[in-house]
Structures are given as structure tokens and as C-alpha cells.
């Protein structure tokens, strides 16, 4: 794939802009997250295309135009078109094996132990195909982990959710495991749906934030100081997770 913008580490403004040019290891670390995104979401019943640089993503479906001039791939809620020139071919997976029923009259599962917050976030990161670093930058700006967490506006839990948000994804916002599930499915569309703009990661951020219909409507981060301090928030904690420092609430 190509056209993805990576996000600097912030040096002060907060303003959506050319990226100040990052080290190398930096640069490679967040190159690497954004492919993570498009190239390794666990999908059922899903493409496999394999592009003619040798590159290969999971998509829900591709669908290529009758004369063969473009391909369409759909994924994550979202689509990514690209020349089919640029495709060397498209494999359909294998629908995944369904699990074993429990027999009748099993006795119900043991009631679930108190979870780590943190180790719910690590395992939905994983689960979606996203460094695990961006998501707990996201849950600890949004809530500090913290499950029983309301915001003025009614926002609720770790990630943050508002119901409405929460009833489209068709999750209980109040429910730990759901309420991260969902919030982290919210960033990787979010993700997905920037991904070949410019400063991708910001823009999700702020759709995060604000809304998706915010961002698109000032065609990047608005102007709303919530938003601009959020996404530095974020981007900061990012940062001090890959280079192996906990952040703080």
C-alpha cells in the first residue's frame, strides 16, 4: 500500500500540519503500526490479496471491475481502491471451523473474576490487529482505565463510548470487556477510513474525539482546543509506551 502519512512525535503545537520529520527508528516503528492495520486484521471469510510489491492483506471481499482497471477492497467497514495493476492475485480464505457445541446439561462457566483493565485493552489491540500502544494511549487519555468512568457529556467507561455510539456497535458500554471490544473496533475503522490521507493517526484521533463528521468537514483536525489538547494527549502517551515508559493517567 501506498500514500500513508505517519504523525511526528508533537514538539509543542497542536495544530494539524506538516509532520516535523522523525528519527528513523521512530519513523519505522510508526510506518510498521499503520501497515499493522490494513495488512493483519482477523477476518472470517475474508480475500487474500497479494500485491504485485510482494505485500499481502486480509480484506472482507475484493471486487475488481469487469474491464480490469480497478479493484475494490472492502474492509473494516470501509473500502480502499486501487489500480489492478498493482494486484498479482486474490485468494478466497477458508471459512473457519465452528466450535464444538457444549453438550447439554455442561454446568455453567465459573463467574468471572475482576479483570485488569489493562490486560482486557492488550488483548482487544491484538485481537483487531493494532499495537497495543495506541489503544492503552487512548484508554488512559479517555477514562485512566477507569471502568466506572461517566464523562459531563455521558460518556461511559475505559474507552469512553457514548450509548449511541455504543448501540451501533452493538455493544453494552457498561460491560468491561464490551466496552473496550468496541472502543478499540471504533480506532482500527477509524484508522482505516484516514488511512491515505494526510496525518492519518491525528485525524482518526480527532474523529475519536469529536466525530467523524467534524473531521471531514474541516478536512483534518478542527479547531476545537478538547480535540487539539486530546490528540496530543494521545500521541505523547504513544510515544513514551514504545519507548517502554507506563504512562500516567
Same mark, same amino acid.
Given at each position: 500500500?501506498?500514500?500513508?502519512?505517519?504523525?511526528?512525535r508533537?514538539?509543542?503545537?497542536?495544530?494539524e500540519?506538516?509532520?516535523a520529520?522523525?528519527?528513523n527508528?521512530r519513523?519505522?516503528?510508526?510506518?510498521?503500526?499503520?501497515?499493522?492495520?490494513v495488512?493483519?486484521?482477523?477476518?472470517?471469510?475474508?480475500d487474500?490479496?497479494?500485491?504485485?510489491?510482494?505485500?499481502?492483506?486480509? &480484506?472482507?471481499?475484493?471486487?475488481?471491475?469487469?474491464?480490469?482497471?480497478?479493484?475494490?477492497?472492502?474492509?473494516?467497514?470501509?473500502r480502499?481502491?486501487?489500480?489492478?495493476?498493482?494486484?498479482?492475485?486474490?485468494?478466497?480464505?477458508?471459512? $473457519?471451523?465452528?466450535?464444538?457445541?457444549?453438550?447439554a446439561?455442561? $454446568?455453567? $462457566?465459573?463467574?468471572?473474576?475482576?479483570?485488569?483493565?489493562?490486560?482486557v &485493552?492488550?488483548?482487544?489491540?491484538?485481537?483487531?490487529?493494532?499495537?497495543?500502544?495506541?489503544v492503552?494511549?487512548?484508554?488512559?487519555?479517555?477514562?485512566?482505565?477507569?471502568?466506572?468512568? &461517566?464523562? $459531563?457529556?455521558?460518556a461511559?467507561? &475505559?474507552?469512553?463510548?457514548?450509548?449511541?455510539?455504543?448501540?451501533?456497535?452493538?455493544?453494552?458500554?457498561?460491560?468491561?470487556r464490551?466496552?473496550?471490544?468496541?472502543?478499540?473496533?471504533?480506532? +482500527?475503522?477509524?484508522?482505516?477510513?484516514?488511512?491515505?490521507?494526510?496525518?492519518p493517526?491525528? +485525524?482518526?484521533?480527532?474523529?475519536?474525539?469529536?466525530?467523524?463528521?467534524a473531521?471531514?468537514?474541516y478536512?483534518?483536525?478542527?479547531p476545537?482546543?478538547?480535540?487539539?489538547?486530546?490528540?496530543?494527549?494521545?500521541?505523547?502517551?504513544?510515544?513514551?509506551?514504545?519507548?517502554?515508559?507506563r504512562?500516567?493517567?
Open positions: 500500500m501506498t500514500g500513508w502519512t505517519t504523525c511526528s508533537p514538539t509543542g503545537g497542536a495544530t500540519g506538516p509532520a520529520r522523525p528519527d527508528l519513523f519505522r516503528r510508526f510506518k510498521h503500526f499503520l501497515l499493522i492495520v495488512c493483519h486484521l482477523p477476518l472470517q471469510g475474508a487474500l490479496v497479494t500485491l504485485r510489491t510482494g505485500a499481502q492483506m486480509t &480484506v472482507e471481499r475484493a471486487e475488481c471491475s469487469g474491464a480490469g482497471h480497478e479493484c475494490i477492497l472492502h474492509l473494516g467497514g470501509g480502499i481502491e486501487m489500480p489492478a495493476s498493482a494486484i498479482e492475485r486474490i485468494e478466497r480464505l477458508p471459512e $473457519p471451523a465452528r466450535p464444538a457445541e457444549a453438550p446439561g455442561a $454446568p455453567a $462457566p465459573a463467574a468471572r473474576r475482576t479483570e485488569d483493565p489493562r490486560a &485493552v492488550t488483548e482487544a489491540a491484538l485481537r483487531h490487529g493494532l499495537p497495543p500502544e495506541i492503552h494511549a487512548v484508554a488512559a487519555t479517555e477514562s485512566a482505565y477507569q471502568p466506572d468512568a &461517566v464523562s $459531563p457529556k455521558g461511559v467507561g &475505559v474507552m469512553q463510548l457514548m450509548p449511541q455510539t455504543a448501540a451501533q456497535l452493538g455493544a453494552d458500554p457498561h460491560d468491561l464490551e466496552n473496550i471490544e468496541a472502543g478499540t473496533r471504533l480506532l +482500527r475503522d477509524l484508522l482505516l477510513k484516514y488511512q491515505n490521507t494526510p496525518n493517526v491525528r +485525524r482518526a484521533l480527532a474523529a475519536y474525539n469529536a466525530g467523524a463528521g473531521v471531514d468537514r478536512n483534518g483536525v478542527p476545537y482546543r478538547e480535540t487539539l489538547t486530546y490528540v496530543e494527549r494521545v500521541i505523547e502517551r504513544y510515544w513514551r509506551l514504545v519507548s517502554g515508559t504512562p500516567g493517567p
